[in-house]
């Protein structure tokens, strides 16, 4: 897939097939405007159809992870070979369609690709990069993150899914309670509210998210793409059709090479060697 500099975030890809987008606008707290999320639909899309990538890691830079939207960015991207799209807030509809079709496939996005996806909070987090981090699998924060919503405060809605999002972590009563009285929290409480995986030190950020990303690189790709699937799905069905999407996909992960290895290496008594179906690929 392309690499290099985006229109506010730059792309690298590791040796172990670790995709790392870190947004570069540390001057405006790292705010999106629509071609920076087009971009990023853009580069998930490669990601997800590319092999090569078996992690994505989101990270910020400066003093902010995603400070939410840049309200203030669309003169600035006037040099973007992307097309304007004329704004839509201007009108209901507008506003309704800029939402669907803009605002809401990234946080989408981020959860619908199967390759599993780690947010590195090195600072503040809040609206839009709020939903974007509770969008990833993984949530590692520093010790000097502070996130939250907060949309009331404004007398707006969190229309970008995170209301969805909080639900799914906090259930109905701690999302109410997040939201109505417009909480934005630091690390420690959203480490309490289960809201983070792990709180570290800002200097050690980076080394534990590299660590955990080479950890989730090295399993066994496809069943782990198609059990991050199937625990999602999992939250929305009843047990039956649980069961029946999970057996759908066991007849996938069974047959697959990795399968044997694993059996092989349990058999042997020495640690499995997966995804050699994948390095013969790459």
């Keep these: 897939m392309d690499t290099g500099n985006f229109r506010g975030f730059d792309t690298e890809i590791s040796k172990h097939g670790i995709l790392t987008i870190r947004f570069n606008r540390p001057e405006k707290l790292n705010g999106l405007d629509q071609w920076i999320k087009r971009d990023l639909v853009e580069t998930l899309t490669q990601a997800q159809m590319d092999d090569g990538v078996r992690v994505i ?48 496939p990234v946080a989408a996005m981020v959860r619908a690709v199967d390759k599993l996806t780690i947010a590195a909070i090195n600072g503040v987090a809040i609206q839009s990069g709020f939903s974007l981090a509770l969008a990833c699998d993984f949530r590692i924060a520093s010790d000097s993150a502070r996130m939250g919503s907060a949309t009331l405060r404004f007398g707006l809605l969190p229309d970008e899914g995170g209301q969805f999002l909080l639900v799914q972590l906090l259930g109905v009563a701690g999302a109410m309670d997040f939201l109505m009285r417009k909480r934005i929290v630091d690390a420690r409480e959203a480490l309490a509210l289960g809201l983070v995986h792990e709180v570290v030190g800002t200097d050690e950020l980076d080394g534990h998210t590299s660590a955990l990303a080479a950890e989730l690189a090295e399993g066994p790709q496809v069943s782990m793409r198609l059990l991050k699937r199937s625990l999602y799905n999992a939250a929305e069905m009843t047990f039956a059709h649980a069961l029946d999407e999970i057996a759908s996909k066991t007849a996938i992960s069974d047959h697959h090479a990795d399968a044997r290895e694993g059996i092989a290496a349990f058999r042997e008594k020495r640690p499995p060697r997966f995804n050699g179906w994948l390095e013969r690929a790459e």
């Design 57 to 104: 890691v989101f990270a910020g830079s400066g003093r902010a992870f995603c400070a939410g939207d840049d309200l203030g960015g669309h003169e600035q991207n006037r040099e973007s070979n992307l097309p304007d799209i004329p704004a839509g807030h201007r009108t209901p509809i507008g506003t309704y369609d800029g939402l669907r079709m803009l605002s809401q």
